[in-house]
């Protein structure tokens, strides 16, 4: 079992930045790939960004390629995923997954205003 909690969302004007964090217990935890999700108002959740247990190996969206960064921290058991150049259809709560697992955090949910 692993338990998964996302933090860092927020308000922002289009053109900034967030990072958001998620947190997963477990010790088991390096040996996940790991990926974010999103889920806008009225549409399905979607792929954002994933990585793999050694961090060497990462893919993104077409729509983030370039402006978001994922990442993850072996030793202190979390995911990031820095956002620049935030726009407004970036506006959805975030989660992150264990892929492969049907394990998944709260969400945290970003608005990127106009």
């Known amino acids: 079992q692993v338990q998964l909690v996302e933090s860092g969302g927020g308000l922002v004007q289009a053109g900034g930045s967030l990072r958001l964090s998620c947190a997963a217990s477990g010790r088991t935890f390096s040996r996940f790939f790991m990926g974010w999700f999103r889920q806008a108002p009225g549409k399905e959740r979607e792929f954002v960004a994933a990585?793999?247990?050694?961090?060497?190996?990462?893919g993104y969206a077409d729509s983030v390629k370039g402006r978001f960064t994922i990442s993850r921290d072996n030793a202190r058991n979390t995911v990031y995923l820095q956002m620049n150049s935030l726009k407004p259809e970036d506006t959805a709560v975030y989660y992150c997954?264990?892929?492969?697992?049907?394990?998944w955090g709260q969400g945290t949910q970003v608005t990127v205003s106009s």
């Open positions: 997954n264990v892929l492969g697992h049907d394990y």
């Open positions: 990585i793999s247990w050694s961090g060497g190996n990462t």
